[in-house]
């Protein structure tokens, strides 16, 4: 049964939070926040933090910089996950995916589904590894920030979550890479 084995060490992993929006600002970013405060309440360390318009080539940008950055493990986006036009983040990130995380989306929406019903296939949550580092891409609600946080998120970037996690494949991520590791853990 999952759970935690509290034999094992907690690893704080470096995590970088994208709003995507062209109205919020840092003062009234309320799911930028949610995720911030999740981030650190959990013991990780919230690396850095912007907002960027609806914009493909400016979302793909700041993610790839971030997956660069060795201090970085996961890159979180909330927001332009919808049907609208200018809802383009998963247009931008997806094709930067090296590996896509279908079980992540598949998650979200069967957690998402017990809060808001069928509302919930108006989102294209999606995650991925981009770099050997994982990017996961939320809509843009604080209700759902809170669902993939507490739902999926918070367990599995949690090195003490059995019977696995992520934190445990993180140096494996980019084994088939010839040079090996860009990241060392």
């Known amino acids: 049964m999952a759970g935690l084995d509290e034999k094992r060490a907690f690893i704080p992993l ?37 907002i960027v318009p609806d914009d493909r080539e400016r979302i793909a940008a700041r993610v790839r910089a971030w997956t660069e ?22 247009d931008a990130l ?19 589904y017990d809060k808001i019903g069928t509302s919930t296939i108006q989102s294209r949550a999606t995650a991925g590894i981009v770099n050997a580092t994982f990017v996961f891409v939320l809509p843009g609600s604080p209700g759902a920030c809170k669902d993939a946080w507490d739902g999926i998120l918070k367990a599995q970037l949690d ?27």
């Open 159 to 185: 090195y003490r979550h059995m019977p696995c996690n992520f934190v445990e494949i993180m140096p494996r991520l980019d084994e088939h890479l010839k040079r090996g590791a860009t990241k060392q853990m």
């Open 94 to 112: 997806e094709p930067l995916f090296e590996k896509r995380m279908d079980g992540f989306s598949a998650v979200f929406h069967r957690i998402s």
């Open 14 to 50: 470096g995590i970088a939070v994208l709003t995507v929006s062209d109205t919020r600002t840092r003062e009234d970013d309320k799911s930028g926040d949610t995720l911030a405060a999740r981030i650190a309440e959990a013991g990780h360390q919230l690396i850095d933090r912007d």
């Open 69 to 90: 950055a060795k201090e970085i493990d996961v890159v979180i986006t909330t927001g332009g996950t919808g049907f609208t036009g200018r809802d383009v983040t998963p």
